[in-house]
């Protein structure tokens, strides 16, 4: 056998080197897959607990503004607002002489378990009103919180609607 003929023969893999290759891909997609998922769960979990927040800080400041004195409330009301587009869209300022708008949030948070994209972003929570107890919450005449309506639990084993 020539020497050009020896080197044209160690050039190509064989059927078992491919066959290798392609077992190892396949363990290697098999385990990054469930890793993928997981990270997206968890980033969309993540979003989850940063709109609670958002929402609830604005909830937290429109009920101080209220007990300021800042916001025209009726008796009996419990100072919290009576949707959630109100701290978007804003009140007025019972204390400005030209009766200034107070906002509270910069845009409504959709809740991100939500799987209808068309939906307005207020429409994606489960409301609770003040009157409400917090093991069964139902709406009412204000929003004193928000809790995601998705099916499920987190990655913590905790209900997303107990977040």
Do not use: C
């Not at 020539?2 to 396949?26: D, N, Y």
């Not at 607990?49 to 937290?60: K, T």
């Not at 101080?64 to 804003?90: C, F, H, M, N, W």
């Not at 959709?110 to 207020?122: E, F, I, Y």
């Amino acid at each position: 056998m020539t020497r050009a003929a020896r080197f044209h023969r160690v050039r190509g893999f064989t059927f078992v080197e491919l066959m290798m290759t392609l077992a190892i891909m396949a363990v290697l997609v098999m385990v990054a897959v469930p890793l993928v998922e997981i990270n997206a769960r968890r980033e969309k979990e993540r979003d989850l607990r940063r709109a609670l927040i958002q929402i609830r800080d604005g909830l937290d400041a429109y009920k101080r503004a209220s007990d300021q004195g800042r916001i025209q409330q009726k008796i009996g009301d419990s100072g919290y607002p009576k949707t959630l587009d109100e701290l978007v869209e804003g009140v007025p300022d019972q204390r400005s002489p030209v009766k200034q708008k107070l906002y509270f949030l910069r845009s409504l948070p959709r809740d991100p378990m939500h799987t209808d994209l068309q939906a307005k972003a207020s429409a994606t929570w489960g409301l609770r009103s003040y009157a409400s107890p917090p093991d069964d919450p139902q709406e009412g005449a204000d929003v004193f919180d928000v809790f995601s309506r998705a099916d499920g639990a987190g990655l913590n084993n905790v209900p997303y609607r107990q977040w």
